[in-house]
């Protein structure tokens, strides 16, 4: 069952609020958004918030919960124990996604960023598979990375959004298929088990690396340099920690810093081309529309309209 607002319920259909305003929503006029929608055994909750912040939302929940940061400009979410607690520092996962375990205490925190949204999926491990315990007995929170995941929480995340989305059964076994790919990673996370991925110093180097040269050339042979492998090694290992080629996660960069370009400036889509990375504006456009999902005019376009 799914409601269109806190006093009327329609079922089939998804849940469409906006959550009382944080300080920033306030000062710029544009509250946060939220979207729930119920599946069997799995149930979704998407939230869009404006920056600069802060943003700071108790994530706590009763069953399982998987947070995926779908998409951020200016900067991320951070997942705290408590209020006043933040995240110790560390180096963010590609496709970063955080497990949480039933029951323990989590915030999300976030300032001084332009856009965030991300989706919180909710598992009933009884209902979805019994068999598969893994996600019902962690205890403790995870920090994973798989962008195959990210792009399925994303495909939950458009269904959630729709107003006529009639097909129930489309959204149940994604999300069964959500819950056995986070299975997956859980139990590849366990002690002792050999990924053949990038040891933690090889792959912070290698971002570090990428990080710094982002808009230039980075080959793949300076990267395995890097890392201290060959370059069949190294592209191997680098897809198996991070589930995507360096190529990709190279190309992903460049587009979450073109999009906040795109919102800080009015810079030209040649422009922006150029200074990203890319061959050309054609170039540029390909691959911004195979990422985010839509072509880099429209997306700077709605997302403005969002704050206008």
């Known amino acids: 069952m ?16 906006e959550p009382p305003p944080a ?17 069997n055994g799995v149930r979704a909750e998407i939230l869009e918030v404006h920056g600069p912040g ?8 009763d069953k399982p919960r998987l947070i995926v940061e779908l998409e951020a400009v200016g900067g991320h979410l951070d997942i705290r124990p408590a209020p ?28 001084g960023f332009l856009y965030i949204r991300r989706v919180a ?25 798989s962008a195959h995941l990210c792009s399925l929480a994303d495909l939950l995340a458009d269904e959630c959004v729709k107003v006529d989305a009639p097909h129930q059964a489309y959204g149940t076994s994604l999300g069964l298929v959500i819950f056995h790919h986070l299975a997956a990673l859980l ?20 971002i570090e690396f990428m ?23 190294f592209s191997r290992a680098f897809r198996a920690s991070t589930g995507m080629s360096p190529l990709q996660w190279l190309l992903a960069l460049r587009v979450r810093r073109a999009q906040q370009m795109l919102l800080e400036t009015d810079a030209s889509l040649s422009d922006l081309a150029l200074k990203c990375g890319f061959a050309d504006q054609s170039h ?25």
């Open 54 to 61: 802060p943003h700071l939302v108790d994530i706590s929940s």
């Open 187 to 206: 139990e590849a996370e366990r002690p002792g088990r050999n990924t053949g991925g990038l040891t933690p110093l090889q792959l912070r180097r290698t």
């Open 2 to 17: 799914t409601i269109w607002s806190e006093t009327y319920e329609k079922p089939g259909a998804r849940s469409c609020r």
């Open 84 to 111: 006043d607690r933040p995240e110790p520092s560390r180096r963010r996962l590609p496709h970063q996604l955080v497990f949480l375990p039933a029951s323990v205490p989590a915030w999300e925190h976030a300032e």
């Open 211 to 233: 990080e710094q040269g982002w808009a230039g050339s980075v080959g793949l042979s300076e990267l395995a340099s890097v890392a201290g492998l060959s370059q069949s090694y």
């Open 284 to 308: 540029f456009t390909r691959t911004f529309h195979a990422i985010a999902g839509e072509p880099p005019g429209a997306w700077r376009k709605s997302r403005k309209l969002r704050v206008a």
């Open 121 to 145: 999926i909710d598992f009933d491990p009884a209902r979805l598979d019994p068999s598969t315990r893994i996600v019902a007995q962690r205890r403790a929170p995870i920090r994973l990375s």
């Open 23 to 39: 300080p920033f929503a306030e000062a710029i006029g544009v509250p946060p958004r939220q979207y729930t929608r119920s599946w």
